[in-house]
């Protein structure tokens, strides 16, 4: 058994442990250190945990008194531990606060001080595109964004089996069946050939932008409302010679002179020979770097000569006419230019972003 002396003893240890701890708890300055500490006082081999395996030397009497004041020591630190953590919360929530405030003012609108809006950057992107393309003959047309799937499928020369026309990549709209099959909001902008060609009037030399609809996962490279736009030429001699020719100047004059085109062949069920067109990595101008996988080049978008069973389709004979046809994505044309890491933001709205860009056309 200990005496009397062993529990002064130990009675001093508990005041040195509580004089200890309020001197270290002041201290603490972030909760990952009150964690710390707490386990250090009132963890497992802590020092409570270690004091209080002395009580089994002690007498009854001695045992009451020691158990006493351990017990008092011990709600006092874990009401010190408790105070301090609602402390140090509140303080690092109103630093977070601080540190993500957002200055409204930047939104008002003042009378004696009117901000002009602007173009969003794809809209600009769009009218340049436009610009250029007329300036190579061609016209712009547009179409709807709600298609029948026989324009934006079957009259493209892709059955019903084709990946292209599961459920999962495409919005369909809850509608009876007309003449042409269900509806649904367009994948592509490429039915809008089916209804220029359609329409009679030859030769056709068009450009068709506007915004498609997909089921893709927003991520930096998709999302699932974007923007698209189609080229179609259907004449008499139209060659492979004449889609090269058209990409590499579209390249050039929206691009610049430095960066050039190439074609690398692909498959597309509306177009036979088909192709993917390749521009410069616009990033190490064709040196090689992670953006273009050290290749150089970075895929645009699709072309191809227009597939004889799509002239058929629509009623134009294949042995007198023949075409070429187009596309790519304005939003990714425009993510490249101008090296935006993200192609979420154009949705944001956000006019920190969209103010740089009021001069750009």
């Known amino acids: 058994m200990l005496n009397n002396e062993d529990l002064g003893s130990l009675l001093r240890r508990c005041d040195e442990i509580e004089e200890s701890f309020c001197v270290e708890i002041d201290a603490v300055s972030t909760l990952e250190e009150l964690v710390e500490l707490e386990r250090r006082f009132l963890g497992k081999g802590g020092e ?64 004696d001080t009117p901000k002009l809006g ?36 079957e009259a493209l020369n892709i059955p019903k089996f084709h990946p292209a026309r599961d459920g999962q990549d495409s919005f369909f709209i809850d509608h009876p069946d007309g003449d042409y099959g269900s509806l649904l909001l367009r994948t592509h902008t490429s039915p809008m050939q089916v209804r220029l060609m359609q329409s009679g009037e030859l030769p056709i030399y068009a450009v068709i932008p506007g915004k498609v609809f997909r089921r893709d996962t927003p991520d930096a490279r998709h999302t699932p409302n ?17 889609l090269s020719g058209t990409v590499g100047a579209f390249t050039k004059a929206y691009f610049g002179s430095n960066i050039e085109a190439r074609l ?3 498959y597309f069920p509306f177009t036979e ?31 191809g000569m227009v597939h004889p069973n799509v002239f058929s389709a629509v009623g134009i ?39 740089q860009f009021k001069g750009v056309q």
């Open 48 to 111: 409570i945990s270690s004091v209080s395996r002395q009580i089994a030397g002690l007498e009854s009497d001695d045992k009451r008194t020691f158990g006493q004041r351990i017990g008092s020591l011990r709600q006092r630190i874990e009401d010190g531990v408790s105070q301090s953590k609602i402390e140090l919360e509140a303080e690092e929530t109103s630093k977070r606060e601080e540190q993500e405030a957002v200055d409204l003012t930047q939104y008002l609108v003042f009378i």
């Open 118 to 153: 602007s173009l969003h950057l794809v809209t600009q992107a769009k009218q340049e595109l436009e610009d250029i393309f007329v300036g190579m003959g061609y016209q712009v047309a547009e179409g709807p964004e709600v298609e029948t799937e026989w324009h934006n499928f």
């Open 226 to 242: 974007f923007h698209q736009i189609e080229g179609l030429v259907v004449d008499k001699g139209i060659t492979m010679g004449h």
């Open 264 to 266: 690398r062949p692909a």
């Open 273 to 303: 020979p088909s192709a993917e067109f390749e521009i410069t990595c616009t990033v190490c101008l064709g040196e090689g770097c992670r953006t273009c996988s050290s290749t150089g080049w970075i895929e645009l978008g699709g072309c």
């Open 317 to 355: 004979d294949p042995e007198t006419y023949t075409g070429f046809a187009f596309g790519f994505g304005i939003d990714r044309l425009v993510q490249m230019k101008y090296a935006i890491s993200d192609m979420r933001v154009f949705l944001d709205n956000d006019v920190r972003f969209l103010s």
